[in-house]
């Protein structure tokens, strides 16, 4: 398939290039920014350049995997920029991959971000209403519903993913309130000190960017009834912060004592309150989580390793 | 209050501003262009004007209601600009809005095509899913999601109300495909031939524009627990095709005959075959429908008549 990835220079993005060219696909990537990258079609631009999105589309497109996106902190910050983004340059790809006549598979990444906080204690599950208080999150629940309705027209053929948390992912100024679960990685594996802002009872929704990008690839393929609504919660590892703490710090041969928590309030409620997840939907669609704690954590140490070692 | 009423130079929107002020509303009045009105401060610009916004909002802000729209036949014909009116100038708004630091009361005009078609043949109710088929349909139910976020956070206190078929429209290129419900009132009001582009066994929900103008006047003091989504589906009457042609040549002494059918299929499907509609929600809340076919042809009756006696 000719696949066109937005937001291929991010972290998802060039893991899940990575992988779809890996299983056989031309990959078309684009992004603003894109460091080299073999066996793919490199466009750098901003789709809200229409030469761009036309130099994108002009080979042809049997898929389109929507990554790009301002994340929750950075769209409170910017509200407007924020839903240039996450909502109209959404629009204008859908658009497009409306025009290819073809009714490509649509790819969105959406995120657990649609449930909002706090969630049900009880857990959540394919039947929770979408309920997001992020702006992000309001975001993608839109782009979720005019992506079911552009398919039920037959333009496309979409599937929205809501993914969890994402780790490990580098430590930078990414604009995501939830960077903490990917920082405990880097801190401890450099057997540095750790404060973590939630507490050691919170309970997190986790998946290794490897998954991800799995998830991605497996999507294309996915067959079976998709629900009416084309969306699926992605499975997810639920995993409390002292657990995650105790098994990056053994696989890292770190010492003990390194973590000490300091829960914020607000963060504790928006990241660290998640109850159980019910992702049947996906589940039966052949989607999988990392599978344990151990696989997880070892699964995000290799990505820092793999990262650290092409620097 | 002051309540800002966007789109007032419309159909429903010039009633609806006349019913503001007859209950003791302050109304400013905002649209690209409008017709003098009594006892209202008027507004002439688009709201993609950033200057038009804060005069609007400069005198302060109890309430919004969110009127404009491209309805269902324009935005498929012109998908982008749709989209510029439909779902970012209503964001524009509902910024404006929060930024105005009161909470105000949000009435967003949604529309029965967030239910899509066809539709359930045994019924519409409150727990019956969103599945828009049309553009419009699709704008609507994404802006109804964007304001239970924003009511969520706080921002604003939103309500969407979804309106039926509202009758008697002037006759002019609305950009409806559904200009057939208001086109039989005035062809047999005058005593001409109408081609009905339903059957005659068709049936569809109907409002009329006083009864619509009543709506909103009711949801800015409308009290009691609202629903988490923040819309409500208005009552509306189920009316069959021939027994409302036969209501309005009665009232009209119009002579019989005048009506003959030719369904057109996709118009059949869209307007024609409302199941029953359960509007528990609404009805519990307040909000009316007509009351009977008898009324609901008087009203529209007499709304074309007074429009007659202004020209």
Redesign the interface.
């Known amino acids: 398939m000719r696949v066109i990835v937005t937001g291929a220079g991010g972290f998802v993005g060039r893991h899940t290039c990575k992988a779809l060219i890996a299983s056989g696909h031309d990959v078309v990537r684009l992004d603003r920014a894109l460091m080299p990258a073999p066996a793919s079609e490199s466009i750098e631009g901003d789709l809200c350049d229409p030469a761009i999105v036309t130099r994108a589309f002009a080979g042809g497109c049997d898929a389109v995997v929507r990554l790009a996106t301002v994340p929750g902190g950075a769209a409170e910050l910017d ?2 920029s924020a ?1 240039r983004t996450n ?2 340059t959404s ?1 204008l790809l859908t ?1 497009a991959a409306a025009r290819a006549g073809t009714c490509p598979k649509f790819l969105f990444a959406s995120s657990i971000a649609v449930f ?1 906080a706090p969630l049900p204690p009880e857990g959540v599950d394919d039947d929770t ?5 992020l ?1 992000y ?2 975001h993608k ?2 782009i979720e ?2 992506i ?3 398919t ?2 037959g333009e496309i053929d979409g599937l929205s993913l809501r993914l969890p948390g994402i780790v490990a992912r580098p430590i930078a100024p990414s604009g995501m309130k939830s960077a903490f679960m990917s920082d405990i990685f880097h801190a401890l594996r450099g057997g540095m000190p750790f404060v973590s802002p939630v507490s050691a009872e919170a309970t997190m929704w986790l998946m290794s960017v490897d998954a991800a990008a799995k998830a991605f690839v497996h999507a294309l393929a996915a067959a079976g009834p998709l629900p ?2 084309r969306a699926v919660t992605l499975p997810a590892l639920r995993v409390r912060m002292d657990e995650l703490a105790t098994e990056i710090a053994r696989q890292s041969n770190a010492r003990t004592g390194l973590v000490s928590y300091e829960p914020d309030a607000a963060l504790e409620t928006a990241f660290g309150a998640l109850p159980p997840l019910n992702a049947s939907r996906a589940t039966d669609l052949g989607f999988h989580h990392d599978g344990s704690t151990e696989r997880l954590v070892a699964s995000a140490l290799a990505t820092i390793a793999r990262t650290e070692g092409q620097k």
């Open positions: 509200p407007l839903w909502v109209d629009m658009e909002g209403p979408l309920a997001p208080r702006l999150g309001a629940a839109m519903s005019w079911a309705t552009l039920r027209r009416g609504d």
